[in-house]
C-alpha cells in the first residue's frame, strides 16, 4: 500500500523555521520523484519544489527560493523541505506527492501519491 506521511508542521513566528518531513512506504523511493506543494485557504495548489531520485531538486515558486530548500534520504525514505525566514504568506497546508520516474513537474495532475498534509502556521 503506497503512503506518503508529513509531518513537522505546526506553528512558528516570522522569521522562523521548520523542517518539513515525507516519510513514503510502499514504493521504491529509487524510482520517484517528490514535489512539495502548499495550498493556501482559498487558494489553489501551487508547487514548491522537487527532487528526483538522483538528488536534482528544482524549486517552482520564486517566492521560496533562498529561503527552502528540499533534500531526499533514499535509505530513510524521507524526504525533507526546509523552511527558514518563515513568512506569513507562506502559511498553508504542505502536501509532498510522488511521481514515477525521473522528471519533475509544477502539475498536480502529475503526481498519483499525495500524502494528507500538514499544517504551517506563521504568525506572531
Known amino acids: 500500500q503506497v503512503q506518503l506521511v508529513e509531518s513537522g508542521g505546526g506553528l512558528v513566528q516570522p522569521g522562523g523555521s521548520l523542517r518539513l518531513s515525507c516519510v513514503v512506504s510502499?514504493?521504491?523511493?529509487?524510482?520517484?520523484?517528490i514535489g512539495w506543494f502548499r495550498q493556501a485557504p482559498g487558494k489553489e495548489h501551487e508547487a514548491v519544489s522537487c527532487?528526483?531520485?538522483?538528488?536534482?531538486?528544482?524549486n517552482y515558486s520564486d517566492s521560496v527560493k533562498g529561503r527552502f530548500t528540499i533534500s531526499r534520504d533514499n535509505a530513510k525514505n524521507t524526504v525533507y523541505l526546509q523552511m527558514n525566514n518563515l513568512k506569513p504568506e507562506d502559511a498553508a497546508i504542505y502536501y509532498c506527492?510522488?511521481?514515477?520516474?525521473?522528471?519533475?513537474?509544477?502539475?498536480?495532475?502529475?503526481?498519483?501519491?499525495w500524502g494528507q498534509g500538514t499544517q504551517v502556521t506563521v504568525s506572531s
Open positions: 527532487s528526483s531520485a538522483s538528488d536534482q531538486t528544482v
Open positions: 506527492a510522488a511521481r514515477y520516474g525521473s522528471s519533475g513537474s509544477p502539475r498536480v495532475t502529475s503526481y498519483a501519491y
Open positions: 510502499g514504493f521504491d523511493l529509487n524510482y520517484y520523484v
